[in-house]
């Protein structure tokens, strides 16, 4: 089909394609009323050298990046994930892990618990991967029920998990509204501005100190860069489970930023050592010696102690305010 | 024997992400073996000494480097027979990012990191566009956003490939990444008479034989002039 369209009907009818001819560096200006193969007939041999270019391969990748495009786009248009369910592999030790079929659905927060190198990253992997018991451990996971379709695994643009951590930052140099612009381009949204302001508005709210579109990305604070970053995971990003790794409590609203999440409807697993962040999760996971040691339900006797937990949090974040304010400290309020 | 082609720009983390991807292989009983190009310096045989990992390393010094790899991929194979290997791995830094060690039948592997910039999958030649996996490094240290960009712009060069996040730190990722080295079908006795996935840049000038002075006179052979236009007139 592609060997006889012009360039310029491809284009018409793949406008993404662009984004290949200049990853590729083919300028294709001047030439829309050719067919790709006659464009790429019209080099040199001295260009073809020069450039590196293997028409050959071209043409391929051109068919196989429009196909994925295409698969992209249907797959943006679908319901997205309901439920990620994993099934029990084994410990360190070979003992069967402690739970039967655990079962997330989305607007769900799980917390994950237990000691540096107990299997966090391992199971956050096997999630990622789809383990199907090839992995270590011997999971299995499922997507909606079912054994999931490998495009979670080989697709470059369909990751089933996006993650955040503690550790993460911005390294480009561009400013806020250049840098949202960049990343709805890439994920091939059409109302770009409407979906940039909103992730605005939304990472201000999570954000103790508001921030502008012409701010450079590398110039947030910690606590902005950390809003920005859950706003944007949360509204643009396509992968339906978002791993949290800790977030620190400090310039951000934890419990908004996991609220807007779960309003997006992201199945959120979040591993943390803070008890008001970990009493937020309907359920926990425990996690020890590279197995899922047990779930835990948060009762409402820790939900009771959340509430309390999250007042003393209060009097500290607000003695905080006093002290950056510079006035007298004191417990009364 | 498996021959696994691992190439990537400096410092992008192909070592590590070698040793995690080993360590993963070892549980599987596979036995591999290491051979490092670089330029002009490397210690990391030492790492993978280190590991047990039987090594060699191969310095091309003022040869350029990828000619060294074709000129020598063939005796390494041998080496790797010869040790018994059931899987070998090459490692090479791409230095001018325009060519690619890779041979076709071999599967070929590109280290690439996110920090490099999102522009870089532009910037590197066949070494990306004709790999068949890559592999994309130091997600854990930038957003998410800027790993999805990333991703995307590799798409758009190497629709083919499949691209993994492999963590050269923890190993997320390399245990998955080992799965797809090692398969019995694929087994080689030699590369002779197999060929390179890209043809190497025409070269040849007084430079390339060791002429050191500056100026028109002492150029000779395959010699080009940047345009620079004429804005003086």
Known sequence: MMN???????????????????????????????TFTEFLDSFSEEEIEDFAIDKESLTENLEEYIQNMKEFLGIKEEKGVESLTILPGFDKSRKKEGFETLTLHKSEIISIVGPTGSGKSRLLADIEWTAQKDTPTGRSILVDGKVPDMKWRFSSNNKLVAQLSQNMNFVMDLTVREFLELHAGSRLVEDI???????????????????????????????????????????????????????ENAGIDRRKALDLLIGEEKIVLMATHDPTLALIGDRRIVIKNGGIEKIIKTSKKEKELLKDLEKMDAIIQSIRTDLREGRELSLKK | MNLVIFSGPPSSGKTSIILKTIDALKSRDISVGVVKFDCLYTDDDVLYEKMGIPVKKGISGALCPDHYFASNIEEVVQWGIKKGLDLLITESAGLCNRCSPYIKEIMGICVIDNLSGINTPKKIGPMLKSSDIVVITKGDIVSQAEREVFASRVNSVNPKAMTMHVNGLTGQGAFELSTLLYEKEKTIETVKGMELRFPMPSALCSYCLGETRIGEAYQMGNVRKMDLGEDDE
């Open chain 1, 193 to 247: 501005e409407g979906v940039t302001s909103r992730i605005i508005k939304e990472a201000n709210k999570l954000a103790g100190e508001k921030f502008e579109m012409e701010t450079p990305i590398t110039s947030l604070s910690g606590g902005q860069s950390r809003a920005l970053m859950i706003a944007d995971t949360a509204i643009l990003s396509s992968s339906p489970i978002v791993l949290i790794d800790e977030i």
């Open chain 1, 4 to 34: 006889n369209m012009k360039l310029k009907q491809l284009i018409e009818k793949y406008p993404f394609i662009t984004d290949y001819f200049s990853g590729n560096k083919l300028d294709i200006n001047l030439e829309e009323e050719r």
